[in-house]
């Protein structure tokens, strides 16, 4: 109910994650510790017959029927294709004729929350009309042994829905956005064949570009840094420019470009991944009129090393030639360099008016990793 009443409020999100969540978690802990936490009976739970009475409550009424429940979740498969592919997710999909999502939402409904405590709870302290005075609704024992059912199905479902997500995983992949350059569909199963790997296996590794674009506040760019992150990838490559208007003398609005790649079991991004990184990025920039444009990037680091280098040394004509050789001596070719020369005062104890050197830096992009720096600071990219 808070999130529908929060979600059209700008950077709720944010502010909820920064201001208030930690604060949530550890109430949360305090109020059942002390409402649900001391009400349980130790001494009655660790009998074999309240163990063997929650054992078999869990195994059936608690676990078993919830998994039972997807079976309502049944879909028709859209293609052969998919149907073969949800067979070889697992055993069960192909023995048993299972559905992946009839496992996810099974294994989804097997999740007790505290409240199921807090009813088991109010039931063995409540008295009941028509019994003997003093008689609780649930029995000291019964109640050990529901407590004991609870805590095996709390125990249980994270480690079913865990395999019911992989399984599901493996029978739908995610299929890389035509917006990124991908296919944007799932290949047939004589293609990924033929190809020799499958559609997910083929961009794993690839970058792709966001662009932004944004009205300026403070603290936006480590913002942006880590919703970047929180969303599943690593920035390899990240320009921003500042713009500033003439009457004010502070950043008015700014443009950035982050080169990303995926990070860890997140292999790729469709469609419906992508407009959640954009909702996301959107809730950071707190912007009505903000852009964020998704690009395909040329770079298949996959298959490519890449390097980069940055140099800072003092300044002689035949600085960059001796550099760009000494990369092809290694096997290297400059695909992107920038070239500055900058004035710097000398090195050591000097007086304040001390004459300056010209320094050059020199920066490239992309190569297979080779060779070291010298004891002047240089910055190169290079790739076979």
């Excluded at 004589?190 to 932004?212: C, L, M, P, Y």
Aim: hydrophobic share 40%.
């Amino acid at each position: 109910v808070a999130g529908m009443c929060f979600v059209n409020v700008p950077r709720s999100q944010q502010i909820w994650n920064s201001q208030m969540k930690r604060v949530v978690k550890w109430m949360v802990r305090f109020f059942f510790a002390a409402s649900v936490g001391f009400a349980v009976p130790v001494s009655e739970m660790f009998t074999w017959d309240a163990f063997g009475n929650g054992l078999l409550l869990a195994i059936g009424p608690t676990i078993a029927t919830k998994l039972f429940s997807g079976i309502f979740a049944y879909t028709r498969y859209t293609s052969p294709e998919a149907k073969a592919r949800a067979a070889k997710a697992s055993w069960i999909t192909k023995y048993c004729h299972a559905q992946p999502q009839q496992l996810l939402v099974g294994a989804a409904m097997v999740a007790r929350g505290e409240f199921a405590y807090m009813v088991a709870d109010t039931a063995q302290s409540l008295t009941y009309e028509g019994g003997e005075p003093g008689q609780r609704m649930l029995a000291p024992g019964i109640y050990a042994s529901v407590v004991w059912a609870l805590v095996m199905a709390t125990v249980a479902s994270p480690i079913l829905f865990h395999w019911a997500l992989a399984v599901y995983g493996r029978a739908t992949p995610i299929v890389r956005s035509r917006t990124i350059g991908g296919s944007g569909e799932v290949p047939s199963a004589s293609d990924e064949k033929a190809e020799g790997k499958d559609e997910q296996d083929k961009h794993t590794g690839r970058g792709f570009v966001i662009r932004v674009a944004s009205r300026h506040h403070i603290g936006v760019q480590r913002e942006l840094l880590t919703c970047l992150h929180g969303t599943g990838v690593d920035v390899l490559e990240a320009h921003v420019y500042g713009v500033d208007h003439v009457s004010t003398e502070h950043v008015d609005a700014f443009v950035a470009q982050y080169v990303v790649i995926s990070r860890g079991s997140k292999k790729d991004f469709d469609d419906e991944k992508l407009e959640e990184m954009e909702h996301a990025l959107l809730e950071v920039l707190d912007d009505r009129d903000a852009q964020v444009i998704f690009e395909p990037y040329d770079d298949d680091f996959s298959k490519d090393g890449a390097v980069q280098i940055e140099l800072l040394v003092q300044h002689h004509p035949d600085v960059l030639h001796e550099i760009t050789d000494a990369l092809a001596t290694m096997g290297l070719d400059v695909l992107k360099a920038d070239v500055t020369h900058t004035k710097q005062p000398v090195h050591g104890h000097t007086a304040i008016h001390a004459p300056s050197k010209p320094v050059s830096r020199a920066n490239s992009f992309k190569g297979k990793m080779g060779g070291g720096t010298s004891a002047s600071n240089e910055h190169f990219v290079a790739g076979r």
